[in-house]
T-cell receptor, first 112, second 114 residues
Framework: TQLLEQSPQFLSIQEGENLTVYCNSS?????LQWYRQEPGEGPVLLVT?????EVKKLKRLTFQFGDARKDSSLHITAAQPGDTGLYLC????????????FGRGTSLIVHP | DVKVTQSSRYLVKRTGEKVFLECVQD?????MFWYRQDPGLGLRLIYF???????EKGDIPEGYSVSREKKERFSLILESASTNQTSMYLC?????????????FGDGTRLSIL
């Protein structure tokens, strides 16, 4: 069974601070996706990374896929209250399975 | 944009009732999924379907069944609801093929069993 460990589980910060969320596994993933889930809504895809070492930027969010494709990070610069939500990483297994493995999520609260 | 619509945002049922949760997607996706989401436990896969009338058990299928009579619709059935099935239920869909296809989620149904 593949597992994805996310850390930290909870994060409460002030507006303007920077933060990094981690997603780690002992397994290799063919790709990794990050989702954000706002209260009362379903998760929404932010990004997919597929190449080891890949870095993608989405405005103030920077996503990195580890060289060995076993881990990923999400860095938010100058967090804003609108960034509040649950951040989920999901790994796609090698071998072509279409069932992703989800981490348990990092709950982020950004205070104004 | 892909739209995944779940029939109810909130639902309250009684123990022992048969409960139906409906999900419809409008993008001709082959794959559809039902998850439950509980605090601290993340998303847990109940059932998934990769084609009409096809279904596979996920990690926690006990107490649930599913139906997929049409490609766009995937129903989750709680045969005899119990209080431990109180949860947030999320439906998702994706294109077939490899798992780097993103999942598109509905807004969830918050189900309370009294």
């Amino acid at each position: 069974t593949q597992l994805l460990e996310q850390s930290p589980q909870f994060l409460s910060i002030q507006e303007g601070e920077n933060l990094t969320v981690y997603c780690n596994s002992s397994s290799v993933f063919s790709s990794l996706q990050w989702y954000r889930q706002e209260p009362g809504e379903g998760p929404v895809l932010l990004v997919t990374v597929v190449t080891g070492g890949e870095v993608k930027k989405l405005k103030r969010l920077t996503f990195q896929f580890g060289d060995a494709r076993k881990d990923s990070s999400l860095h938010i610069t100058a967090a804003q209250p609108g960034d509040t939500g649950l951040y989920l990483c999901a790994g796609g297994a090698s071998g072509g399975s279409y069932i992703p493995t989800f981490g348990r999520g990092t709950s982020l609260i950004v205070h104004p | 944009d892909v739209k995944v619509t779940q029939s109810s945002r909130y639902l309250v049922k009684r123990t022992g009732e048969k409960v139906f949760l409906e999900c419809v997607q409008d993008m001709d996706h082959e794959n559809m999924f039902w998850y439950r989401q509980d605090p601290g436990l993340g998303l847990r896969l109940i059932y998934f379907s990769y084609d009409v009338k096809m279904k596979e058990k996920g990690d926690i299928p006990e107490g649930y069944s599913v139906s997929r009579e049409k490609k766009e619709r995937f129903s989750l059935i709680l045969e005899s609801a119990s209080t431990n099935q109180t949860s947030m239920y999320l439906c998702a869909s994706s294109f077939s093929g490899y798992s780097n296809q993103p999942q598109h989620f509905g807004d969830g149904t918050r189900l309370s069993i009294l």
